[in-house]
């Protein structure tokens, strides 16, 4: 729950700053949205469990970059490492 939470947390902030952010839907886990934001570094895309997310967030557009969890974590990490 809290993973969620902070994600969409992520995500809000994200679109504050210009970064575009939100849902589109795997057809392969019906019920587990995908909440994809823009990063700087790249695209990254979490699986939230329908009922938890919160509030409406707009449908993502771009199609999914086929990224895998590894390159999704990098992607993370090097946006978290770069210094303004």
Same mark, same amino acid.
């Given at each position: 729950y809290d993973r969620n939470?902070?994600?969409q947390a992520l995500?809000?902030?994200?679109?504050?700053?210009?970064?575009?952010a939100g849902l589109?839907?795997?057809p392969d886990?019906?019920?587990w949205p995908v909440l994809m934001i823009d990063l700087?570094?790249?695209q990254?895309? $979490?699986h939230l469990p329908e009922e938890q997310v919160v509030g409406d967030w707009?449908? $993502?557009e771009k199609e999914w970059d086929g990224h895998s969890l590894a390159e999704k974590r990098d992607r993370v990490a090097?946006?978290?490492a770069e210094e303004d």
């Amino acid at each position: 729950y809290d993973r969620n939470q902070t994600v969409q947390a992520l995500a809000k902030l994200a679109q504050q700053l210009g970064m575009k952010a939100g849902l589109r839907q795997d057809p392969d886990s019906p019920g587990w949205p995908v909440l994809m934001i823009d990063l700087p570094t790249g695209q990254v895309g $979490y699986h939230l469990p329908e009922e938890q997310v919160v509030g409406d967030w707009p449908e $993502y557009e771009k199609e999914w970059d086929g990224h895998s969890l590894a390159e999704k974590r990098d992607r993370v990490a090097r946006f978290l490492a770069e210094e303004d």
